[in-house]
């Protein structure tokens, strides 16, 4: 017989919510529902709100209304939630990748490694070598996704990103991006490349020894950009 489960799909402006049965023959996808995201109920004057609390408000609630909290349930986090990285290895093994990446993940994420939950995807280039992507997320994130569910009595199994999801669904697929992935260096360098070609065309000229600072002769203007 076939076992259900519940995707949730944590949007900024959307929540999806999947049904997947999974048997012997594979899984099937039986439902899908999308509604936009709302905050339900009102909460104290000077409550701190987590800005991930309005979806998961909508999710809870999509839950409720189609009799699905019993099921086993992932979740996946909005992008932005995530920084990635990929990282390069002179061997492909898995295991071996996952014991190195203890040491090479230290320095690659602005917050200290110990205040993050991270995850990650070998890929195998054939030649003897791998790399790997890393997803990198605030454990305090993690933390308070599976609080707000464990609290609703929902049977959370996983919680991981969009991103990493796609590729863990088929590693064999190479997927090409449209756009630069928000928290990789190429999405950090492409917007350099923008905020220099804007200020250029408004007059201003960039400082040779500092990046991100920039003068108007005629204005008398110094602006930094951070």
Known sequence: MAQKFVGIDLGNRKVKVTVV??????????????????????????????????????ALRMLNERGL??????????????????LSFPFDDAR?????????????????????????????????????????????????????????DIDLKLITTGALAIAHSDPDIVWQLERALYGTRRAALLFQDYVVSTMHSLGFTRLEVAAQVFFHVEWQVLVVVH
């Open 21 to 58: 049965a999974a048997g012997l023959r594979g899984a099937e996808l039986v439902h899908v529902w999308e509604q936009e995201v709302r905050s339900s109920g009102v909460r104290e004057p000077g409550t701190k709100v987590d800005p991930l609390d309005a979806a998961i408000d909508t």
């Open 69 to 86: 909290r019993h099921l086993p349930t992932g979740v996946a986090l909005p992008g932005g939630s995530g920084s990635y990285r990929v």
């Open 96 to 152: 071996q990748i996952a014991q190195a990446l203890t040491f090479e993940l230290d320095g690659q994420f602005p917050l200290p490694i110990e205040e993050l939950a991270t995850d990650h995807l070998v890929i195998k280039r054939g030649d003897g070598r791998g790399r790997a992507l890393v997803v990198a997320v605030k454990r305090a994130t993690v933390e308070h996704v599976s609080a707000r569910f464990s609290l609703a």
